[in-house]
Structures are given as structure tokens and as C-alpha cells.
């Protein structure tokens, strides 16, 4: 969900659900500043840019709220 969320008194432009809530927890295995993390949801979109992204398994992560253990990559790439 896109969109305003609160009340009359305060409202905030925001997302919800739970796509976010998976990307906010992959992001924690993120290392350092700079570093992309993605998951294999993500991977999967780039599979037909061949060469253009070179990725790292980083192994598979329990996230807060989910049952599956989630797979995450590293992306290489040159500042």
C-alpha cells in the first residue's frame, strides 16, 4: 500500500505491507555503507541482465515475521 496514512491532525506519505517489511529486514545484512543487498526475488528480475550484475550468496536469513528463510546477495559493483 502507497499512499497517505494518519489522521486529521497529522498525515505521513508512506508504503506498508509486507514487501517492505522484507526489504527493510534484507537491508540489515547489509555491512557497510555503500553495500547493495538484495533478495532472490530481486535476483530473479535480473536474470536477463547477463554481465550487468555480479552478485555474492550471502546465505540464507531467518527475518523477523517470516516462516522461510529468506536467500540474500551482495552486489558487486565499482564506485
Do not use: C
Not at 25 to 44: C, D, H, K, S, Y
Amino acid at each position: 500500500m502507497v499512499g497517505d496514512v494518519g489522521s486529521n491532525r497529522r498525515v505521513d506519505y508512506t508504503v506498508l505491507g509486507n514487501t517492505v517489511n522484507v526489504a527493510a529486514r534484507i537491508e540489515q545484512a547489509a555491512t557497510g555503507p555503500g553495500e547493495i543487498v538484495i533478495g532472490g526475488a530481486t535476483l530473479a528480475e535480473l536474470a536477463g541482465h547477463d554481465g550487468e550484475f555480479q552478485t555474492d550468496a550471502l546465505g540464507e536469513f531467518s527475518l523477523k515475521g517470516l516462516v522461510q528463510k529468506v536467500p540474500v546477495y551482495r552486489v558487486r559493483w565499482e564506485r
